[in-house]
Structures are given as structure tokens and as C-alpha cells.
């Protein structure tokens, strides 16, 4: 018997797409026959405002990509202007850098596994995870004055040295961390229904994951070993003792998985850096205008949702000539339509989530 | 930030098989557009380079020519590679596009193609818009694009 399809359209006002972002749905009863993203719904045009603005200036748009890790998305940028005029930053910056990005990557794996566990019907989950990151933005709050939008990078070094109190605090918590991680598992990650809903869904192979460019836990779950932190060590992450949590299978549980061993790894690093942290400056020695020489560099950093790349093209003025991110939510997006093919409904809820998007930085 | 820019040795063994590209100082390769397919596909496949992972897709547009940058990555070894292309007819910049060899290269183009107007041929149904409405008119990261509301750049 022969059925026609029909179209449904999930978003772009819909809770499980994380933000306004829309997917075409061309259904042959529960099976997706065909899917179409459509993302550009928060398209600001940051990379054109930014041509309109000092160096300096474009930092707090960066902000507002991945506004779930606006620490990560802050040293991208600099790590870019850094490389294109030659700055070397000071060691304590590093260690400051290390231990507010490794923060916000907690965050904002926290805020991946409480929304994928609320999108598959866990919405206990949501509460127990955005609990927990409230002490962590508490942390970066302290050391930036903001609980979001941090804009605590700058060209050359940090806004502010970590004050006193940050460091018992940080150590207080960072003790709470495997407690918190072992919460998630029992109530989410050991969930037969959960297990159920993810497991041996949405398969990525390591092939697939390549040659769509995929990166961060979206790809690592399918086995592959991309991690920039390891892979070409930015910053000093070279002296640091971690490992790169790998999932097997490429499906939808193993992706979720390794959000919360990265979790784990995170406390690792940021605990090495505390201990090893020197005195020293927050800021190389930079002109008051930064006027990079005529050129142009790429540089990347791994962020909580894969590769986050800065391309920045000076033309020796005040403002930058061109600047373009790389932005790993984006990309990881691109291969969606293939990946739901196949899959029934309520998978695409599961695969998009456990890709984990930030509208503001797939529309940028 | 260690250095893991492609060896010069790597480099000049493909310069030997592409006579038409150029290498800067800093090993960053321009490629012709008519080669740039066959480039691509050979430090892709060729087991010495196996440059298996397009990072990055964009363009930037001078006064005299727009230029496609490809960031590219071995998972396999570690380095890395950028490759531009000079679109010297600003009018009607076409460049073959990366889709057949890399799956990731297709938003990105579609981005690339809707901000700043650079058509990849050679991919059916290629490029369409991706961030903007589908009826926008202009490309809004070409140097000539007139705004209203903005900051005088």
C-alpha cells in the first residue's frame, strides 16, 4: 500500500531546537524521509560588525555566539589578534585562561546534559544540572563581575587578576564535582528509558564524522581522538595530566556520555592549574591601540561544542579588516539533515540534542 | 602556540606535481582555481599528507581580488595547512566547489556564497542561502555592501 508523506515543520518557536532554529520534516508516517535545517533566525552579522570596530571592541560579541561558554569564545578571538601581532602572554595568564575556560566548559556541559535529558523527557534532569552551574557561574562571576556574557579576555591578557577568595572556592567546589557527576549518571545516564530513547540512535561513523568536519564530543563520540588540547596543544595545555574521554559506538548516548567525563577531566586540569598558577602580570605589554601589521592568522582553540576557530585579517588600521569564526555548533549542524534520515520523530529530538547547539553561535 | 604548520619538505614535494601554486613563507599555499580539485584531492588521499579534515571554509574580500581561505587539519598526523585561491574577476567570482571531497564544505560554502557572493560550481543545486532570507539582495560582507543603521566602518 502506497502512502503519501507529509511535511511538518519542527520550530523555528520550539523548545527542544534550543533557540529559534527550524528543521523541514518530511515524514513517511513516524520515519523522516528528508530533513532540512534552516538555521538564521539569530543571525546578528557579527562578522560585518566587527570590521566597524576597534580590535577591542569585537570582544564582547564574541560573548554572544556560544553565550553557554563565553570564556572560550572570548580566547578564540584574542588567541587570533595574539598570533596575528606576535604577543607572547604571560604565565599567569595562561594558568588564569586554563582554569576560567575549563570553567565554563563545565557550564556549559552542564547545560547540555540537563536539556538533552529534558528533551527525551527527563526534565528532572534540567533542574538538577542548572543547580549545579549556578556555582560555577558564581565562580566566574567573581572573577569577571558578569554571570554570562563575560567579556574577561582581552588582547594580551585577562580584564583582572582572580581575586583571593576565588581559589578556596573554586577548590570547594571542585571537591563537589565527581559527587555531582555521579548524581548525573545515576539519575540520567543509568535511566533505562533514557538508555532506551539514545542508545544505538543517531550513529555517526568516524568516517562520516571527518569528512563532515564534525568536532568536540560530537565527533569524540563516535571514537574519533580530536582533541585540540591534545591533538596541536594551544596555551599550555601540554602541561597538563588528562585524558580525552572516547565514546564507541557514535550514537546518541555516547555523545551524551562524554559530556560528563569531560566534566570530569575538566576538574583535572583546572585542580593541576590551581596548584600550579605563579605570581606574576595579567597583561603582556601591548600598545594602548592595537594595531596589528598588515597580514592575517588563523588560530583555534577547542571549545565545550568542538573546533572554534577566529580567521582575522588586519589591514594595519585600528579595526579589523576581516574576521571570520569557525564556529563548531554551525558546522556540527551541517551534517543534521543527513544524520535524521531514516530516524523516527521523536530521534530527531534525541540526535539534535545530543549534538548540543548554541543558536547564537550557528547564526553568529 | 606550537608550530604545526605542514613541513616545507611536504610542501615542496606537492609544488613539484603543481606547477602552478605558490608557497608564502609561512607555507600557506595559493592554488589556481582550475587546480584547486585536484589539489585537494591529492593532500587528501596521498597517505604522506593525509590532510583528511577541512577545519575551515571562508573568504575575504580586497580591493583588487577576493580570496577563498581553506583551513585545513590531519587528524592522522597533527598538522596543519591553509590553502587560498585568488578570484581576481570580483564581478563574477566562481570557484569549483569542495563538496565532492569534503561533506563539510557544504554549509560552509552556503555560508560563504550568501555573506560575500563567491558561487561554487561543479555541486548540483549549489550554493543557496543559508543565514539570510532567500530574497536578500547583496552580499553583506563584501567591502561595497551600503547598510543603513550601522557604524561608519
Redesign the interface.
Known sequence: MKTETYTLNLGPQHPSTHGVFRIILELDGETVVKATPV??YL?R?I???A???TYTQVIPYTDRMDYMAAMLMNWGYV?AVE?LMGIEVPERVEYIRVIVGELSRIASHQIAIGAMGGDIGALTAFTYTFRDREYVIDLLEMVSGSRMTFSYFRIGGVAADLPDEFFPATRKLLNEIPAMCDEYDDLVTGNEIFQARTKQVGIITPE?G?????SGPTLRGSG?N?DLRK?????IY?RFDFEVPLGTNGDCFDRFRIRIDEIRQSKRIIEQALDQIPEGPIMAKVPKVIKPPAG?A???IESSKG?Y?A?V?SDGSP?P??V?F?RPS??N???LG?LCEGWKLADVIAILASIDIVLGEV?? | MADCNITSELVEAVKARFSGIEIQENNDVTVPAGDLIPFMTEIKENPDYAMDYLTNLTAADYEDRLEMVYNLASITHGYTLTVKVKLEDKENPQVPSLCPVWGGANWQERETYDLMGIVFTGYPGHPTRILLDDNYKGYPLRKDYQWEGGREA
Open positions: 538555521p538564521g543571525h552579522g562578522e560585518k560588525l570590521e566597524a570596530r588567541a598570533k562520516m571527518i569528512n563532515y568536519s564534525l574519533v580530536y591533538a596541536r596543544p594551544y596555551s601540554d592575517d588563523y588560530a583555534e573546533v576557530g580567521y585579517v579595526k579588516y576581516r571570520h569557525r554551525f558546522i549542524l551541517g551534517y543527513e547564526d553568529c
